[in-house]
């Protein structure tokens, strides 16, 4: 007996439902909305909230490695490479622990840096927000960027 489309597309619907309803109800469930690279208590932020931060004065961590960082950053941020933390880290730890409002970024687009790099903040006891989508969500918002390696 051969199958029918319509046949095929039942079946499929109804798999996909009850995958979808195990999803939701097992408690183990994955956030289907969410940023997968997104952490319990993490705060990620749009690009209008992060310039809002910007004019209000807060420190801007780039996460990227520093040879983006140079190309072009965000005016004020300073480079906190993912792949070379904990040099760094050393070097901002006192900025770090007197900022009370600080966000980090990375080269958007699936780039995890930033979550890495907020995730070991926090175990440090330094809270961040991350910039949702990074570097291309600043820059396609048309905000300011500078180039070299100084802030």
């Given at each position: 007996m051969p199958l029918r489309p319509v046949r095929?597309?039942?079946?499929?619907?109804f798999g996909l439902l009850c995958g979808l309803a195990w999803n939701a109800?097992?408690?183990?469930?994955i956030a289907l909305g969410a940023n997968a690279f997104l952490r319990e208590g993490a705060e990620e932020i749009p690009a209008a909230e992060a310039?809002?931060?910007?004019?209000?004065?807060?420190?801007?961590?780039?996460?990227?490695?520093v040879a983006n960082y140079e190309m072009s950053h965000i005016p004020r941020a300073v480079p906190l490479p993912e792949d070379d933390f904990d040099?760094?880290?050393a070097k901002l730890e006192p900025r770090l622990r007197s900022s009370f409002d600080t966000v980090v970024?990375?080269?958007?687009?699936?780039?995890?840096?930033?979550?890495?790099v907020a995730e070991r903040l926090k175990a440090?006891?330094?809270?961040?927000?991350?910039?949702n989508e990074g570097w291309p969500a600043w820059t396609?918002?048309?905000?300011p960027v500078k180039e070299g390696r100084e802030p």
């Amino acid at each position: 007996m051969p199958l029918r489309p319509v046949r095929i597309a039942l079946i499929a619907a109804f798999g996909l439902l009850c995958g979808l309803a195990w999803n939701a109800w097992s408690g183990r469930g994955i956030a289907l909305g969410a940023n997968a690279f997104l952490r319990e208590g993490a705060e990620e932020i749009p690009a209008a909230e992060a310039r809002a931060r910007f004019d209000r004065g807060a420190l801007f961590l780039d996460a990227r490695p520093v040879a983006n960082y140079e190309m072009s950053h965000i005016p004020r941020a300073v480079p906190l490479p993912e792949d070379d933390f904990d040099r760094y880290f050393a070097k901002l730890e006192p900025r770090l622990r007197s900022s009370f409002d600080t966000v980090v970024y990375c080269a958007g687009y699936g780039c995890e840096a930033s979550h890495k790099v907020a995730e070991r903040l926090k175990a440090r006891g330094i809270h961040v927000a991350i910039l949702n989508e990074g570097w291309p969500a600043w820059t396609d918002a048309g905000y300011p960027v500078k180039e070299g390696r100084e802030p």
